[in-house]
């Protein structure tokens, strides 16, 4: 008789709380693992409030007014390709991870660095090629984003512009899946940035002690623990394949 192994999250209903390429994705691999994905975007994006800055700041990038472009998320990349943005071959890209890296060379962008260690603003300006650096800097972000990268960077010697890109917004959850949450039948929560936490924390919490909570990094469970949350398990990277492996050793473990 052929014994079948079972799959390592077979009979786990996981809460992937972004949708889009993200969502889609991620949840095809849970479903590759025995899963149950319930995709149910906590968190959108909108056009910035500073329409009017952010294509001066564009008009700027083309003319080749910055040494270097950063881009912290695909969401940016969305930005910048739905404006026609085109980069001048004397201004490098830099991507805080391979997720946003993968995004601009999908979109037509050539990426000049991407930090190996930690897939985060502090290893992105830690990882700095040579330590340090001068001239412009183009720095478009979520109207939210925290100032740690816009620091890291003018430490480094930079003169950095920043520009509201796009803002981040709440999206309420059905009540189906608040009262799925609530009652326990979601098994685990994928935590991919802290605004994801805050959300989860103001619509869902307090989560029941039985509901793993994993998080794409430390920056992100220090934002999730911050937002009064418990925090299970932490993916080495900030990658969407490090957040499930990580959930899927918690579950081997506690089998």
Not at 114 to 125: E, K, N, W
Not at 182 to 201: D, E, K, P, T, Y
């Amino acid at each position: 008789m052929t014994v079948i192994p079972t799959k390592p999250l077979a009979g786990w209903r996981v809460l992937v709380p972004r949708g889009g390429r993200w969502g889609d994705s991620v949840a095809a691999s849970l479903r590759g693992l025995g899963a149950v994905p319930v995709v149910a975007p906590i968190i959108n994006f909108a056009s910035t409030d500073n329409p009017e800055a952010l294509q001066g700041a564009l008009r700027e990038l083309e003319a080749g007014a910055f040494a270097w472009l950063v881009v912290t998320s695909a969401t940016t990349v969305d930005v910048l390709a739905s404006h026609g943005t085109t980069v001048p071959e004397g201004t490098r890209i830099a991507a805080v991870g391979e997720t946003t890296a993968g995004a601009l060379s999908l979109a037509g962008y050539e990426v000049d660095f991407v930090p190996q260690g930690d897939y985060s603003a502090r290893g992105l300006f830690k990882e700095w090629p040579g330590g340090h650096g001068s001239g412009r800097v183009l720095l478009p972000q979520s109207d939210i984003a925290e100032p740690t990268l816009l620091a890291g960077l003018t430490k480094l010697g930079f003169n950095v512009t920043f520009i509201s890109a796009y803002r981040t917004v709440g999206v309420p959850v059905s009540d189906e899946v608040a009262a799925d949450v609530a009652s326990g039948r979601i098994n685990a929560v994928l935590v991919s940035s802290g605004s994801v936490a805050r959300q989860l924390a103001a619509q869902l919490a307090p989560l029941p002690p039985a509901t793993v909570v994993a998080c794409i990094g430390p920056r992100t469970a220090f934002d999730t623990r911050s937002a009064g949350l418990t925090v299970h398990t932490i993916a080495e990277t900030r990658s969407a394949q490090s957040l499930i492996e990580a959930l899927v050793e918690y579950a081997e473990v506690q089998a």
